[in-house]
């Protein structure tokens, strides 16, 4: 009897058990343990991680140490005015442009110097009056070895497409010797362009062996397709100079031949050389727009 009574207590504790069970909703699933109602869900939004820093190459000049123009990080244009400036022309009038310039971290000048902007008068996106910009530089028995990066944009300073036939800009090294009359084309090279930005620049090179026994005149002459022209990081280096080799590499694909002169030229070396020199106290200097 007592065995009997025994037997039931425990038959009504398991039910007693199995009906707790079920009215507290355990359950097999090892997921739903100790989770709050889907309402009541903690926020799961986590801040954005902040990209990784990327490293930029940053030099303290624009061109080599052994540049021979004076002037490649275009410093002294609306400054000062002498052998070795930057001057700019209108090639119906000669009349005087100056550039605008600007320091573009993002160009191929990088932080060591400024890019100069080529903004005629009046210019639209399709049509713009011609203009020469030239600089002088020490010659000397060479070789030498010319490059620059050429950028192009609308006249709201949009990047747009550079034509490479030589219908938005040609480049050359005038020889300035009084019994020759030379000049040397610098080409784009393929497969040189760096786009920064949305920016794409060309490189133009050229690789002289002739002497320039009394110097020369880069020369960047612009077409009439409208738009602005961007330069940054001219340079003419010569093997003459043997201490900080120059950047350019003496590939002979980029020899360029002698030609003439054309009168342009010949006309923009001339009002060169007629500018008189202006100096400027460096407390009157013109501050730059960085970008």
């Known amino acids: 009897m007592k065995d009997k009574a025994m037997k039931l207590s425990l038959i009504a504790c398991a039910a007693l058990l199995a009906s707790f069970a079920v009215g507290c909703g355990t359950s097999d699933d090892s997921t739903d343990q100790g989770q709050p109602p889907a ?37 002294l244009v609306g400054q000062q005015a002498g052998v070795g400036a930057f001057f700019t022309f209108y090639d119906n009038s000669q009349e005087q442009l100056e550039l605008v310039t600007q320091i573009d971290s993002r ?52 990047p747009v497409d550079l034509p490479l036939d030589g ?26 362009s760096r786009t920064f930005g949305g920016r794409t620049w060309t490189l133009y090179k ?23 022209i961007h330069i940054a990081a001219p340079e003419v280096t010569s093997d003459q100079i043997q201490v900080g080799q120059a950047v350019l590499s003496r590939n002979t694909t980029f020899l360029a031949s002698a030609r003439s002169r054309t009168a342009l030229e010949s006309a923009g070396i ?6 008189k020199p202006k100096l400027v106290p460096a407390s009157q200097t013109k501050p730059r727009v960085a970008f």
């Open 39 to 75: 309402g009541d869900q903690p926020p799961t939004d986590q801040p954005a991680k902040p990209e990784p820093r990327k490293l930029v190459d940053g030099t303290q000049m624009s061109t080599s140490p052994v540049n021979l123009l004076v002037d490649p990080g275009f410093g």
């Open 107 to 158: 160009s191929p000048a990088g932080f060591g110097g400024a890019v100069a902007l080529v903004k005629p008068a009046g210019a639209t996106d399709k049509k713009s009056e011609p203009v020469m910009v030239m600089t002088s530089f020490l010659g000397g028995q060479g070789p030498f070895h010319a490059q620059v990066w050429i950028s192009k944009s609308d006249v709201k300073g949009n």
């Open 167 to 192: 219908s938005a800009v040609k480049i050359s090294i005038a020889a300035d010797s009084p019994d020759s009359n030379t000049a040397f084309d610098l080409k784009p090279v393929d497969g040189a």
């Open 206 to 228: 050229a690789g002289i062996t002739s002497p320039l026994t009394y110097g020369g005149f880069f020369v960047l002459h612009t077409g009439s397709k409208g738009g602005f």
């Open 270 to 275: 001339a009002k060169y050389k007629s500018i």
